[in-house]
């Protein structure tokens, strides 16, 4: 057996702890502090809720299976997320098991909150650690709690350590030593935590902070000071509005030097293969299927790390909350919770994230609404399609000032979908009749600095995730789109490019028939097809159209003169209007079907937004025409 | 419900203002959601005996609340503060 497998071994009959806490307490990061790489996300079986499980080696050598819970302020389950920790915990999870350590992690600076949680966990009677983390902060700010008190009153060993720093999590792994051997223990039924009740409960939290902590109530100031300027009646929503722009702005800017740098490169291996390889199949496949379809679709990848680059940021110092608080209002208006705005700004990064996040909604219908118009916020996977119709058509200059024309119409693009979004959801609501009230509740965490290494294991994952799919799906349809594109092969004496006589051709030109009306050509039609399947594969099969129909050498070249050529501004108006609707990708309205548990809400989705995305494309073309565009 | 003439709901205390959570019920009439509102609300820290105080309210209609409870701060619609009864200072 090699070492690896030895270590495979040790480690799945490895101890699992398993980390739980409340929101905003800090237990990610500490995750991420003791697992650091090697951490593996799935889901937990039968639900798509996130299960983030690590491994480690404690300093004695010992190993342990690390499980990182959804945060629960209390084991009364409230969202889909609580009922998962709650389960997972009390063992009623055939496939997980109950873990053999509960590691309870507190914020140091809101024990009165967070250690609630931690007796009505005790009542389970499972081997318990406490970690009472972010101790540098509470003391920065004069709280003193004594950890020795605090473990003889809780009857469990306490910990401190800071996550964010690093080192800070010795203290737990030694103290996980000193529990070795870990003794599997049975979890008492559920029940018993409900045999005191939450006032009773309560007042034992009281209880214990008077004897082990001093100064509790030193409140964070800090916050307090900026929430006076960040949710301020007019600076708040001003602030908002400028924050979001700037993030659209650098998107365009920022990227522009890597991206020139990718598809400088790719342009490269092109010229090189086609230079050393005799012409035929396999010198097509690679250079105009492979590495132009691939190619065109990777050089995206700078644009989706800024804009993640930004959202981790603003998630991590705590500024999301406030910015659905500032946006609660709006969204009541159209009847939806505050809580929305946050599946609803995973969205803007891919939709599939977002439908998953709107688990956090306890309301059913405010839940579906919520799931069925995040694909209306724009998903990164469209920015490669905005990205290149606007370069091809928008001129590159400054409006007032300082402004980028492109950046500005991306913007307004931006905008277009979030106001569908309001429309639709006040449709629905509308329809849907009764006026039932949305609960908020939610808690505005501490600002603090956000974290170097959260934020780069957070963009790992993204990176990830976009290259596995341009690696798998992406690579799958550019290749079964070059061979549709490619055969069968033109008739002697053709006169229009091959493409127009293969099976994608055919298929794009009967398509025409239903586009023809918002102005889309043949070309167009064939990228549509795919499209369905990953948006952002509309732009690599635009590549292979246009670089199978260019006659010559100049495969390589950028499509964004050929476009500029080739379309009318109407169409290219049309094409980014249609965009914005775009009927869905077929992985959304999977885990559509998924999340909700029928088959017809992705039908609902998809046929509403095909509807929306044609009307919209209609009239846009017809008025760009009318005004001669 | 009577209130004694002290007593006031979270939901009209002025921003800026404190005030001691006395007791959180179900409002009446709509059974199981509101009482399942009040267990949450008395979870995130909401129960009597604690100091509140109310940071920012929202524009316009002076919704959502950005209350202050213990050290930790939530943002609650006037529906779900209306549930708690305090004692403002």
């Known amino acids: 057996m090699g070492v690896t497998e030895k270590l495979a071994q040790a480690i799945s009959h490895a101890p699992m702890i398993a980390l739980l806490g409340n929101p905003n307490c800090g237990k990610t990061a500490l995750f991420n502090r003791l697992t650091g790489s090697r951490q593996k996300v799935a889901n937990y079986a039968g639900v798509t809720i996130e299960r983030k499980e690590g491994h480690c080696l404690s300093p004695a050598g010992h190993p342990y299976r690390v499980l990182d819970l959804p945060g629960a302020y209390s084991l009364t389950a409230h969202t889909p997320d609580e009922a998962i920790t709650r389960d997972v915990v009390g063992g009623l999870r055939a496939n997980d098991g109950s873990p053999d350590v509960v590691v309870c992690v507190v914020d140091a600076t809101n024990l009165r909150l967070n250690l609630r949680l931690v007796l009505e966990i005790q009542r389970l009677g499972l081997p318990m650690v406490l970690c009472l983390n972010m101790v540098d902060v509470a003391k920065k700010r004069g709280i003193e709690i004594d950890a020795d008190q605090l473990a003889r009153e809780l009857h469990m060993t306490v910990v401190e350590t800071v996550a964010v720093q690093s080192g800070g999590e010795k203290a737990l792994l030694r103290a996980l030593d000193d529990m070795w051997p870990v003794v599997p223990v049975k979890p008492r039924p559920l029940a018993a935590i409900d045999a005191v009740s939450v006032e009773d409960t309560q007042r034992e939290v009281r209880r214990i902070l008077s004897v082990v902590a001093k100064n509790v109530h030193k409140s964070d100031d800090r916050s307090e000071q900026i929430d006076n300027v960040v949710l301020h009646p007019v600076a708040g929503p001003v602030i908002l509005a400028v924050l979001m722009f700037l993030i659209f702005q650098a998107v365009f800017t920022w990227a522009a030097v890597p991206m020139e740098m990718i598809s400088g490169g790719v342009e490269q291996i092109g010229v090189l293969l086609s230079e050393h390889m005799a012409d035929g199949v396999l010198r097509s496949l690679l250079v105009e299927g492979i590495i132009g379809g691939v190619g065109s679709v990777l050089v995206f990848l700078p644009q989706i790390l800024i804009l993640f680059f930004f959202i981790l940021i603003l998630e991590d110092c705590g500024y999301l909350p406030r910015a659905a608080f500032l946006l609660d209002r709006l969204m009541g208006g159209v009847g939806l919770s505050g809580r929305a705005f946050i599946p609803l700004l995973s969205s803007f990064a891919c939709a599939i994230p977002g439908v998953m996040a709107a688990r956090t909604i306890q309301n059913p219908r405010d839940r579906l609404v919520t799931i069925m118009i995040a694909p209306l916020m724009t998903c990164s996977a469209r920015l490669p399609v905005y990205a290149l119709v606007i370069a091809a058509f928008i001129p590159e200059r400054e409006v007032w000032g300082a402004v980028s024309l492109q950046g500005l119409i991306l913007f307004c693009l931006y905008f277009a979908g979030i106001i569908s979004a309001m429309g639709v959801a006040w449709f629905m609501k509308r329809s849907a009749g009764a006026k039932a009230k949305q609960a908020l509740m939610m808690e505005l965490p501490s600002y603090h600095w956000p974290n170097l290494r959260n934020l780069v294991i957070g963009l790992w994952e993204r990176a990830k995730i976009f290259l596995m799919r341009v690696g798998t799906v992406i690579l799958t349809l550019m290749v079964l789109l070059w061979a549709l594109s490619s055969f069968p092969g033109a008739p002697a004496g053709a006169t229009h490019p091959p493409i127009y006589y293969s099976i994608a051709g055919m298929l794009g030109r009967a398509l025409e028939v239903i586009f023809a009306p918002i102005g889309f050509g043949w070309e167009i039609c064939i990228a549509l097809v795919p499209g369905m399947a990953a948006r952002e594969v509309a732009v690599g099969a635009l590549g292979t159209v246009y670089a199978l129909s260019q006659k010559g050498d100049d495969l390589a070249t950028s499509l964004t003169p050929v476009l500029a050529s080739s379309w009318s501004l109407a169409t290219a108006l049309s094409l980014l209007a249609w965009y914005v609707f775009a009927p869905q990708c077929l992985s959304t309205l999977s885990v559509v079907r998924r999340e909700t548990g029928h088959v017809r809400y992705a039908f609902y989705m998809a046929g509403y937004m095909f509807a929306l995305a044609y009307s919209a494309s209609f009239i846009t073309y017809h008025v760009a025409r009318a005004l001669g565009a | ?89």
């Open chain 2, 1 to 89: 419900m009577t209130l004694a003439p002290s007593l006031i709901n979270l939901d009209t205390l002025a921003a800026g203002k404190s005030g001691t959570v006395v007791h959180v019920a179900p409002t009446n009439g709509d059974g199981g959601e509101s009482a399942d509102l009040a267990r949450r609300l008395m979870e995130l820290g909401f129960v009597p005996g604690e100091k509140i105080r109310m940071l920012k309210r929202g524009m316009p209609g002076g919704e959502p609340l950005a209350i202050k409870v213990g050290n930790a701060t939530f943002a609650l619609r006037r529906y779900e503060a209306a549930l708690v009864a305090i004692q403002p200072e």
